[in-house]
């Protein structure tokens, strides 16, 4: 026994090489997962929630050593997982399991599915038959389903049914952690419900960890001590579930919770992304990669327009950035139609800004979408943009956003005196 976290993931970092030609010449990187810290204490359980595209596979399947991390480590009772070898290997493919998401995936068609959930007793050296059939039938008993059903086949039980079974089989060797990946998203709503419950259950009654990945932060609202969010390979966000799910303090973890009731006049327009294009890990955007879809983004120094109005120019200015202009401002033949689409007011009280919009506008309505988003970006420079914000650490939390105040937690993000 050590006095390290069950598991800790420090700066992990998985880039896959984009190559080209006939000698694969590396010509990029997907920065799937890029720097990502987190723990999970024994008997804990913790939610790792992002967009589909977020990294969150990748940064499982780094955890359980299927993928060689490029950067970063993980370690497991203080022990760095890459340097394991012979029975502490071993040992830790035991204490370690995984739940994916398709259980159509683990098993084995031709094969009772009892014999599946032995499978890891008996790779893991238990040679007694006896002894396995009886843990198996405990287990299945445990997992809801019957002794009886050990001899049926995968595609005698429905999708929730063979995601108990899956469960089964990663406790039938006594594991200390599981991972579940997104392990309720291929069922419908009820069955999801009842294997949260499971799962809940489980978790008391095996005292083992989880690591919960899933989409869906409301999902980890039932289910988890602590909560990760992650953007673009990131972890943007990180605490207790109860802080984090009531008094978010990034905006991209306000707008997984979109339906977040608030009656505070501030929040106005907070819910919604400036863009729905999620960038390209491969090119993700510089400074805050959230930064483009930010309804926070903060306004330049030398600039103080009502909030309203900067939000509609910055969805102006990163839409065109995008490159994917909604249609309505696509067929937009004058200036004026353009500021239309966008919500941006006839005359935008900066002068600077109001010149930049303006000349902007005028080139969308010719058409020439360059010029445009090159003038809105020299005209509206963001510290979001320029600088990636340190990651604050207050007790037990840590944000990665320029807007983060430790001091102000809980607090409305934009300022009320900004408020039109
Ligand atoms: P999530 O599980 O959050 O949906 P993933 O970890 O599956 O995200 O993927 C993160 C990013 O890494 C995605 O952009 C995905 O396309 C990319 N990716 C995943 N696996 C590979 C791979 N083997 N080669 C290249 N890119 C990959
Ligand atoms: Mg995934």
């Given amino acids: ?219 980890v609202r039932r289910f988890c001590d602590r909560v990760a969010v992650m953007y673009l390979g990131e972890i943007v966000e990180r605490g207790p579930t109860d802080r984090v799910l009531t008094a978010p303090a990034h905006p991209y973890t306000r707008l997984l919770l979109d339906t977040v009731p608030s009656l505070d006049p501030t929040d106005r327009g907070l819910a919604e992304p400036l863009t729905d294009t999620v960038p ?11 930064h483009p879809r930010c309804p926070a983004v903060i306004q330049p120094d ?6 309203a109005t900067w939000r509609a120019v910055a969805a102006f200015r990163f839409t065109l950035q995008a490159g994917t202009l909604p249609p309505a401002a696509a067929d937009a033949t004058d200036a004026g139609a353009v500021r239309d689409v966008f919500d941006v007011p006839n005359e935008v009280p900066d002068e600077t800004v109001e010149r930049a919009v303006a000349d902007a506008a005028a080139s969308v309505a010719d058409g020439n979408l360059t010029r445009a988003s090159e003038r809105l970006a020299d005209a509206l420079p963001t510290i979001c943009e320029r600088e990636t914000p340190e990651t604050t650490d207050v007790g037990g939390c840590s944000v990665q956003c320029h807007r983060y105040n430790p001091e102000r937690a809980g607090e409305p993000l934009v300022d009320s005196d900004g408020l039109d």
């Fill in 280 to 290: 390209d890990p491969a090119d993700p955007p510089a400074g805050c990669r959230f």
């Fill in 302 to 307: 030398s600039v103080s327009l009502p909030e």
């Fill in 1 to 219: 026994m050590t006095d390290a976290p069950l598991l800790e993931v420090e700066s992990l970092e998985k880039h896959y090489p984009i190559t080209e030609g006939l000698l694969r010449r590396e010509v990029g990187r997907v920065r799937a997962v890029d720097g990502v810290n987190f723990t999970v204490g024994r008997g804990e359980t913790v939610g790792l929630v992002g967009e589909s595209g977020s990294g969150k596979t990748t940064t499982a399947h780094a955890i359980l050593g299927l993928e060689t991390p490029t950067g970063g480590e993980v370690r497991f009772e203080g022990a760095p997982v890459s340097d394991l070898s012979g029975a502490d290997e071993s040992a830790f493919r035991r204490r370690v399991q995984l739940v994916v998401q398709d259980p159509n995936e683990a098993f084995n068609p031709r094969l009772p599915v009892g014999e599946a959930v032995a499978e890891p007793l008996a790779l893991h050296g238990m040679a007694d038959a006896e002894r396995r059939q009886a843990i198996v039938t405990d287990l299945l008993e445990h997992v809801g389903l019957s002794a009886a059903d050990a001899d049926r086949y995968p595609h005698e039980f429905s999708g929730g049914e063979k995601q108990r079974l899956a469960i089964a089989r990663a406790l039938v060797v006594d594991p200390d952690l599981v991972v579940a990946d997104e392990p309720t998203s291929a069922l419908d709503t009820r069955v999801e419900s009842e294997i949260l419950g499971l799962l809940a259950d489980i978790r008391r009654q095996f005292d083992v960890a989880v690591l919960f990945i899933s989409h869906d932060i409301d999902v």
